[in-house]
């Protein structure tokens, strides 16, 4: 298994652009969650998903910041407009929710610089 | 306010010697941890767990501590070696299956 997959690995942008963040989940994983790294907060839990419905977007900062799951395979997380405190490291991770285990997988990260 | 706290940001060790990283939690309802590994430019990984109805999980050379009337746990790596190297995080199960992590520490290794 290739274990989640983000994309871009890195991403640059000016203030003001929309940007758009992408995850490939592990397969069979029913648990899709979206965490972002910074120095100041660590790793916060910005949203996550039960096949594919949104559970808690409780971590979202504001509505500039959105997020999709349209299949078991594929998400997105949108900033628009983004804003140079967007600046971070951004996880998508996926877990089986069959069992008790909560182990969850993380994809290597997008790191968003704004400018 | 943070539920899940790691007060130390970094942490040095000698090789061989015992590594002890500290994790504290507020919530008494918490019955569940884990501990995470992260090395840089890569997602965190899944190290070890525990459950609230034991007080230690022994996994090679690591092995995590509980001790819930202190609200506390501790991994213990023994001996440390160079690749431990990382950031790691500890985090507690929410109430809806979610992890809540605490802010990490960083370990060094020094050969």
């Known amino acids: 298994d290739a274990g989640v997959i983000q994309s871009p690995r890195h991403e640059v942008t000016e203030m003001g652009q929309e940007v758009t963040l992408r995850c490939k989940p592990i397969?069979?994983?029913?648990?899709l969650f979206w965490y972002r790294q910074t120095m100041m907060r660590g790793l916060e839990l910005l949203i996550y998903?039960?096949?594919?419905?949104?559970?808690?977007d409780s971590g979202m900062p504001e509505d500039r910041f959105s997020a999709k799951m349209p299949n078991a395979s594929f998400s997105t997380l949108k900033i628009q407009p983004s804003e140079p405190r967007d600046s971070a490291v951004y996880f998508c991770?996926?877990?089986?929710?069959?069992?008790?285990?909560?182990?969850?997988?993380f994809g290597p990260g997008t790191r968003l610089t704004v400018t | 306010d943070q539920q899940v706290k790691q007060n130390s940001p970094s942490l040095s060790v000698q090789e061989g010697r015992i590594s002890i990283l500290n994790c504290d939690y507020t919530?008494?309802?918490?019955?569940?941890f884990l501990w995470y590994k992260k090395y840089p430019a890569e997602g965190p990984t899944f190290l070890i767990s525990?459950?609230?109805?034991?007080d230690k999980n022994e996994d090679g050379r690591f092995t995590v501590f509980l001790n819930k009337s202190a609200k506390h746990l501790s991994l213990h790596i023994v001996p440390s070696q160079p690749g431990d190297s990382a950031v790691y995080f500890c985090?507690?199960?929410?109430?809806?299956?979610?992890?809540?992590f605490g802010k990490g520490t960083k370990l060094s290794v020094k050969p």
């Open positions: 991770a996926s877990s089986s929710g069959s069992g008790f285990s909560y182990e969850q997988y």
């Open positions: 397969s069979g994983h029913d648990y």
């Open positions: 998903f039960n096949n594919n419905v949104p559970i808690d």
């Open positions: 919530n008494s309802m918490f019955d569940y």
């Open positions: 525990i459950s609230s109805i034991k």
């Open positions: 985090a507690a199960v929410g109430s809806q299956g979610n992890l809540i």
